[in-house]
């Protein structure tokens, strides 16, 4: 958005870009020179771990939580937190191996830094 000023006595105009100097971060988008976290998620429920041990309803669900609490979040692994995975960070990067018999892989996310 940009807002005009006129002047009484000039017939000239300038425009003054709120946003120009601004910079949002993990997701957030500028308006009015605000950040706000504007996030249309679906309903559907296809639940995620994220590195902050949170199930989220979906992926989308997840980056709006990063918005709103400011921090970066990845999926550690697909599906509700209380299969919580042992695991260890390294750098900006989580390494976890499941104890569940029937997820028998390795699950690395790395953060996402927007």
Known sequence: MS?????PTSLSFFSIDLCQNVHCKHGARCEN???????????????VCGSDGTTYR????????????????ATVFFGECD?????????????????????????YSSLYSS
């Open 3 to 7: 807002i005009d000023y006129h002047t």
């Open 33 to 47: 020179g605000h950040c706000i976290c504007a996030f249309d998620c679906p309903d559907a429920y296809d639940p």
């Open 58 to 73: 979906n992926d989308c669900e997840m980056r709006r939580g990063s918005c709103q609490k400011g921090i970066n979040l």
């Open 83 to 107: 299969r919580t995975p042992s695991g260890s960070w390294e750098g900006t990067s989580f390494y976890s191996s499941f104890s569940d018999p029937c997820l028998h892989f390795i699950a």
